[in-house]
């Protein structure tokens, strides 16, 4: 079946402008997650969707950062105000059943951001 | 705070040969670890996952892990590296909050 899909896999911005990334997570996994993945910091968690709660941005960086997930499925992560060190590669992942700790998480291709 | 170690940035192998990737992890709680490669340009591939039972953990292309209580270690290992296994690896820790630890990562270069 298919997997995790990203769009776009490559978006590069100007300093300032906003950006939005998608996910498409595999059919039927209700649980979604947000990493970041850059040279400095190695692989962050910035946000985690499960079902109909509201999510964990314990991860977010900053307030210039937000996510939603529209009917349980597709998510958008938005970028807003971008600075470069908001470069970097932005993966989703998903998992099924209740997103428990022992579930295993799936991941896209990431879409790379690179912010001039 | 949970969180896990990869102690080498790169290990090297001759094709033919066994490969260990090294991980320890310290956690408060019960851990349950993860272990993906990631190829250029690529996500995060699952190879495997320790919960419970089993310390030898067998997972996908032939890798497999070993949990070491003890140790607090999650050796990724094979018994016969693959030019194709060249990749990086990342192994990652969950206990609760959901979202995965991951350590630094480890290239793994084998060699012709």
């Known amino acids: 079946g298919a997997g995790v899909s990203q769009s776009p896999s490559n978006k590069v911005t100007e300093k300032g402008k906003d950006v939005e990334l998608r996910c498409d997570p595999i059919s039927g996994h209700t649980a979604l997650y947000w990493y970041r993945q850059s040279l400095g910091q190695g692989l962050e968690f910035l946000i985690y969707?499960?079902?109909?709660?509201?999510?964990?941005k314990s991860g977010l960086p900053s307030d210039r950062f937000s996510a939603e997930r529209t009917g349980g499925s597709v998510s958008t992560l938005t970028i807003q105000r971008t600075q470069q060190e908001d470069s970097a590669v932005y993966l989703c992942?998903?998992?099924?059943?209740?997103?428990?700790?022992?579930?295993?998480?799936?991941f896209g291709p990431g879409t790379r951001l690179t912010v001039l | 705070a949970q969180s896990v170690a990869q102690p080498e940035d790169q290990v090297n192998v001759a094709e033919g040969n066994p490969l260990t990737v090294k991980c320890t992890y310290s956690?408060?709680?019960?851990?349950?670890l993860f272990w993906y490669v990631q190829y250029p340009n690529r996500g995060l591939q699952f190879l495997l996952k320790y919960i419970t039972g089993d310390n030898l953990v067998k997972g996908s292309y032939g890798f497999e892990a070993e949990f070491n209580k003890s140790q607090t270690s999650f050796h990724l290992k094979k018994p016969s590296a693959l030019v194709s296994d060249s990749a990086l690896y990342f192994c990652?820790?969950?206990?609760?909050?959901?979202?995965?630890?991951f350590g630094s990562g480890t290239r793994l270069q084998v060699q012709p």
């Open positions: 956690v408060s709680g019960n851990p349950y």
């Open positions: 969707f499960q079902g109909n709660s509201a999510p964990d």
């Open positions: 992942a998903s998992s099924a059943a209740s997103g428990g700790v022992t579930d295993t998480q799936y």
């Open positions: 990652a820790v969950n206990t609760g909050r959901r979202a995965l630890t």
